[in-house]
């Protein structure tokens, strides 16, 4: 059984069935092509470079392909490399399951649509309950697939809907302790709050993104969004409408990353205040994987491109880490 | 006839008729209430401190209300304040006209209906021409008789649409000189950026932010109104739509002023360059009729609070500018 | 019985016993003195002004004494004023208790103190544990009675345990969420993160800086205090203590804000988001309370002098608010 | 006919006349030289490399020569550049008009001089008048041959006398819409603004910054050769000429830009506002010009390193914009 | 004798003769005006009001005038304030000196004079000598008489002669610990760096800012000045000229301090260091010098608003500082 | 002789023993190994390729270890570099003296030690006398060999102390110019101020910063110092030693530069600013030695990535350069 391509160490030999996530042509100083190939596993993705590659290799290595890969981990600028001996395209024979190459959340879809199911049933507002079913009801397919961003955080299968629920079992943390927050608003603008990612990314796979995405951006996209479903519900002019494209509009906190206005609420501060936990959390987790302890990881640019220490003590833990969460579901 | 309450030199005597614009009540260290009222006609407006208020001022001195004064100009920290000696109601039989103490645009409303038409036929692009037409529709009693803005610039009536077309007389100028510029996103952009303030702010006269323009701001709420209505013309899904959505939101520039994106295409870089250039002409034009020859203004807060200066050798035209635009259509 | 000081509205009639909290003395613009007294009760505070104040009234009205005061609520800037009437100190024989003039947690010190005491138990690794306990040791008495702040957040009586409580019942949320998160570290440091302020604050009323704190702030205290008890303990090079330390030296996040360091693991991250997320959850909180449902709040300067929205339909719960924890303990 | 440098697309094959804009040295990994060779022609410049390069190439290959090449055009990083095939000096026998191969503006000198000449005769204050001539008269050669900047915007030949042009087209639209500008100001501001890069810039071709550019920069060098000018016309002490040297002072508006005061007076503003525009405009053409409509340009720096979108919808005039105005004058 | 009006402390009685720096009318809120007196001898200046003032007392109490007053001083907002009981202007026969009433350099001008012939010697570069030496010549009269500022440091008479022998004097040990600084230029750039303030600010007394002060600023005045005595010298063209005008250019170190260019060689920077050192140390000693041991001075505005501590253990030294460098003189 | 690495110009051969500072490997475009080694002697350092680097190169060349090179200068983007054409590890017969090859302060061990050793006694206050002592006993081995930085400034040995005791020189002329300034603690300031990095910084070679160093910084870990050193000697309490606390806390000024508070009491800032001005002029001094008369220096990072100038003037002295300081003690 393989180890998972994020957990070689330099020096070590890999010979493993891989998905290829995307390649660029290069003109190597020789005046010679080669092919820069990030490939992937459930684990994580590395990347390789294929030197001297012929027309027929352009053709074979494309994003989306799964190849049978062997060869070298080298270190690079503190990350590591994967140096090709022998690529070849995969064919029927060797009966490769593509889905099992693809990092995705440790829920499964059901389990995600559960959780998120519960938790919109605790939503006693009318107004509200019936504008984040039709919501999710509109978004149902993509909801459950999308990742959460094209490379920050929760950038795997079903990335989006896992976020939103470990926002929300915090969520439920925060009402239990401070009462006075509003559960109904808190629950509804965490379900919501990115659901405009859906049209401002292109996809689950290979995702980049899409013309709306670069002119509007998935706040301004979700606010009408929210506006036009609540007129089909007959309930746009009522203030929980308002309140909830507020939370939308607000959720980045400053004007610098995305959110025209801070948020004017306090169950709309608080969101914010847990998207960013939640984003965090998993950037720093992941980063951390890929440490060994004593040492620091590699910077890491969504979190102002600062570098972590894993502590030394650590280590009784560190060779269980693979049986952790982001294999569990596959 | 008088000058207009704009125009008045320290130690002037005033006995005029004038329009409050608003009134706040405070507590003299005396312990004794005092009311701050600030008086208008369609010159400009000024403060007055009414000492020793009673309850039958307060029930008559309310915003709206026209009132006869008499008193003296003076000085503070380099702002006239009018001292009132003797200030009474008006009564049916003063026959003040309240519209003509009201502030307001250099051209009518029918002129300035006049020329957004014709700009709009000049627009051919289909797609973009009934959009425009669409939305100005929607729209059109309000959008010829709001202010632009609660205080910085163009806060008079008419002021939004009279902003407008200032702008539309310079785009002419710049497809003239610049032709790869595309005069139809250009001159329709013009047309509705600030549209959105029709819902942003709460009225013609004493004018405030609502709910939503608190919450959303003009931006988010015109972006979604461009959004319902081209899906009711069947047009939602073409380009130009998306560029004018774009257009709007980017017209500020800059995220710490209001726009999540910056302008990402050409006509929406001129349109922030003409709507930036035609409010500080505004604002700097009527700093400086208030500005004696040789002296430097009060700050500006609209300029990044700077004081501008009026040159010495303006003195020659200073005399005349009591029959400038502002008053000429009243 | 009285309604507590915070809730009165504009014109209400008060006639209460109360505690100055803090009094300056001014010139007014007729010449004479006058005192600006801050009262309060265990529900909040209020300014006031005592014109033509005395010698003897200077003598009389000191921070720290108790009053009897009757006068009505006027309101000055968005802000309630306390328009003295009457005014007298108070004797034995009014049988006021001091104690329950001021505001406090809503959890008595041993309540407090046993659930830190639950907390300190889970702590696993033994040089944490001992380092944390002696360090409640040394600080027991203070860290039980010190406001978390002068004027920011939590500045009640025992507020500075209140807010460590509520972190660490955000902090089992957390890890219950996420297993990977070491439980040891962020509990102790969380425990002991704002221990400093015990040295950078003067005491538990009329609370003031001290000159250390003013010269080198709680968190170089409290990394120096650290280093000293590990020293004691014998367990002064054990990485434990040093990641504690830096804990503490980061837990500001941001230089501007105090942390010549950013937090750089993954716990001392988390430590800096749930301080923050308790002390803004705290100010929200609060500031609410004081706003009509359908109203903006004063400014909040801890909140970047944001001022908050009370949603209208939060109306039906406006009436309870006066049984809220922050009443319960009294 | 050749298409000119500017327009060819990936994959096309080059055989054309090209002028050497510049040329760096560099060594490959293989340890052998190279030669990045700038190359020009009248509508823009690409980058080429020449691997394994002689010292007679080294010879050959300088700025300023001109060479005939023939290869293919490829992309690297969202940017074309030129793979040589082949590459040769010319000779007489070639018979290439270099004055062809350089970039200039779409007026002639004379067209420029006439033009200028025509608003000078619009400026009334005989001060402004005669001060404005004088400069124009001392610095008459090279300001009607040298470039605007070094590469940000109008860099090219006549382009700092175009960029006037274009910019008193604008002022004249300025002043017929806004009367209270004082016309005489601006056009003596505009003509006179950028004189000082005469002395900050080496020359017309290849141009660099002077030591004296470098150290105190176009505007120091211009205002006091204003001061100068009006020294030996005896005018020095007019309040016109104070004014004239404060627009060139401020025309940066920003002391990160330049400009160690903002401007203080209404035609000082405007004067920034539309250098601003025609420099930007002017950027964001010819960016525009290189991009294929429904795509995104590369970042161009002088626009806060923006990518600029090129509407789909323009595909009908792409095929026709290489009759545009950079070329009309060749 | 008296004590000076800097050193006296709240509840003191002062009757002294003063000297009136400035005078602003105000209106108090019971109607009637009142003055802002600024009252300096030597030592200091004091804010003291002047209640229900008369058309007389406006006449009588002008900036320049010498008045006897008598009253008390008092504290309003951690700053002294002189209460006057009695005021009364001077005649002839109260023989008072106007010119003992002024602050000035600890050094006469005689003094400071000599000082600076000595440095002027040592400059061994004829270039820098001559030119150094004729701009010495032509501004000799203010040079040696004038404040180096308006309000922040060294405002007093003869303030920037003085600023700038305490620079020469650091420059001196500069040289002797770094021996490959230019001697010569540091020395040159000193002397001249603040000359353009002769132009900048109107006078000895009472300065404010001339109206190129405002336009130009006293850098782009010395810039061109340099260039101006230059030609007149025929050296116009020498490098040592253009690397003075960069050290006057960029003695500000920064675009938002008013230098368009940072120092761009040794000496250039290292006059920026001394400058801002001499002015803080003269800024902070005349701050402390009126804090009592123990306590925080007020906020200092050209120290980034920060309030300076005042060491307890420098007791002993504090009752003799009324003989300290600014009294000697006098 | 050989001339020392730092003073090759382009072009010249190399036949010279050098030290290797530092070795990373790469892989070239080609797939081959190369080792980028940075090569030292008592004058500077210089960047060289190895290309196709075997295992026994890689086993031979590692940092510490002695060379023989021979190649030639080249100039790759404004830097030397050195293109080796031979290279060999160095033996015993070689007798090469591995101290003659690593850069020095210009002032012996025991030079710097009664220099500093004069200043203590200097010290009056025996409070701040004992603290200083006791402290520079403590680090007395390190303090006089680290290196004052890793790569900015004074990166040398004995870089600290000689840092240290350039600014004490400095002090003196401060004390003896302003004698309101307290001259024990600034010497005392001095002396401790960067004490702190005998822990931050890993040794007096290949020098990086330890995990401490990392997670508190050289300030936060000498203010614990301060205060456990004063402990010992039972002075804990006095004021002279949260004074000196303080001066170490705010040396660095700013908070982004690492002080969490700035400097507070005028000694404080002396203390910075003697520091910045050394460091500058450190770093300043050493780029111009490596530049040629009438060029520009590479870009400082420590001077805010600025390029300096070296005046062409300035050419006389170029050639004794060699006889600088930095040679002289070797």
Redesign the interface.
């Known amino acids: 059984m393989v180890k998972g391509i994020a957990f070689y160490k330099e020096g070590e030999h890999v010979h493993e069935f891989l998905l290829i996530k995307s390649v660029t042509k290069?003109?190597?100083?020789?005046?010679k092509p080669?092919l820069t190939i990030y490939l992937q596993d459930k684990t994580g993705d590395i990347e390789s470079k294929l030197?001297g590659s012929t027309a027929e290799d352009e053709a074979n290595y494309v994003a989306g392909a799964v190849v049978l890969a062997e060869g070298d981990i080298?270190t690079?600028r503190g990350r590591n490399q994967f140096k090709i001996r022998t690529i070849r395209p995969t064919t029927e024979h060797d009966q490769v399951n593509k889905a099992e190459l693809v990092m995705s959340a440790p829920l499964s879809i059901d389990e995600l649509n559960d959780k998120i199911t519960q938790y919109l049933f605790e939503i006693k507002?009318p107004v509200i309950q019936r504008l984040t079913r039709a919501l999710l009801k509109k978004h149902h397919h993509d909801f459950f697939e999308y990742p959460a961003a094209v490379s920050i955080h929760h950038n795997f299968l079903s990335g989006l809907a896992y976020h939103v629920c470990?926002m929300l079992?915090?969520a439920?943390?925060?009402v239990n302790?401070?009462?006075?927050?509003?559960k109904d608003?808190l629950y509804a603008g965490i379900i919501i709050h990115d659901m405009g990612k859906l049209k401002e990314l292109s996809g689950v796979t290979a995702t980049s993104y899409t013309?709306?995405g670069?002119?509007?951006?998935h706040?301004?996209i979700m606010?009408?969004a929210i506006?036009?479903t609540a007129?089909e519900l007959g309930i746009g002019d009522k203030?929980?409408v308002?309140?909830l494209?507020?939370m939308v509009?607000s959720h980045h906190e400053?004007?610098?990353w995305?959110?025209?206005?801070?948020?004017?609420?306090?169950e709309a501060?608080?969101l914010h205040?847990l998207d960013?936990?939640d984003a965090?959390?998993n950037v720093?987790?992941r980063a951390?994987?890929k440490t060994h302890p004593g040492e620091?990881s590699e910077r890491i640019f969504a979190?102002?491109n600062?570098?972590?220490?894993?502590?030394?003590?650590?280590i009784g833990d560190a060779e269980d880490e693979r049986q952790?969460?982001f294999q569990e579901n596959n």
């Open positions: 290069g003109l190597a100083s020789n005046g080669f030197w080298t690079f507002n470990c079992d915090m439920k943390a925060v302790l401070y009462p006075e927050i509003d608003l013309l709306q670069n002119l509007l951006g706040i301004s606010v009408a506006g036009e007129d203030e929980e308002l309140l494209k507020h509009l400053n004007p610098e995305g959110s025209p206005k801070p948020p004017m609420f306090k501060e608080i205040i960013d936990m965090k959390i720093m987790t951390i994987r620091f979190m102002n600062r570098t972590l220490y894993r502590p030394s003590f650590d952790h969460p």
